[in-house]
């Protein structure tokens, strides 16, 4: 589970797939880079987290897994190792004020809003709606199944072999 550091050490990573679109509404809020200026590269993360196939013992990557296999290989974060550092630096080792708690909060409800809004955009990419789904679903399911062949009052048994007026 990522903490709000590992989340900000991560801020400006990657560009914003949706500013080149115009479509991105978070202006300064946005956590993605909108100029290669703001791009920064992100920390390693590699072996921060223990692998979740490997605990199953079905992780098949071996030694090129990202994930550490055991808590011997387990190592800190370049996000943790600088919290840990020098008192007067900031939570990402760089020199400046802390950020109050209610600042941190904040920070957490707007990247929640930005996940919602891409996990909407990616859902909406990918098959049909959830209407769609429902009705798919409905139509199968009913006993007496409206045939799309007939006139809008018509149906047919399950078995297909008498049709009727409703």
């Known amino acids: ?19 080149d679109a115009r479509r991105c509404y ?13 791009l920064r590269g992100a920390p390693s993360l590699v072996r921060t ?14 030694a090129a897994c990202t ?15 600088q919290r840990s550092g020098d008192p007067k630096m900031g939570s990402l080792g760089i020199t400046g004020r802390q950020k109050k708690p209610a600042e941190d909060s904040q920070m ?5 809003m930005h996940e919602l809004q891409q996990m ?3 859902l909406q990419s ?22 799309p062949g007939l006139g809008g009052n018509e149906a047919f048994s399950p078995s297909g072999s008498e049709s009727f007026w409703l």
């Not at 990522?2 to 900000?8: C, F, L, V």
């Not at 957490?108 to 929640?112: A, F, G, Q, T, V």
């Not at 139509?139 to 199944?145: A, I, K, Q, R």
Request: contains cysteine; glycine residues 6%.
């Open 1 to 19: 589970m990522s903490t709000p550091e590992t989340r900000n050490a991560l801020k400006f990573t990657r560009m914003c797939k949706y500013w």
């Open 26 to 38: 978070d202006g300064n809020q946005c956590t993605f880079a909108h100029t290669s200026a703001e």
């Open 49 to 62: 987290q223990l692998c979740y196939q490997f605990r199953k013992g079905q992780c098949s990557r071996g």
């Open 67 to 81: 994930f550490a296999h055991g808590q011997e290989e387990l190592r800190p974060s370049s996000v943790e190792v």
């Open 108 to 112: 957490m409800e707007l990247l929640k």
């Open 120 to 122: 909407q955009l990616a």
């Open 126 to 147: 990918y098959g049909p709606s959830l209407n769609e789904v429902q009705r798919e679903m409905a139509w199968s399911v009913s006993p007496v199944s409206r045939s």
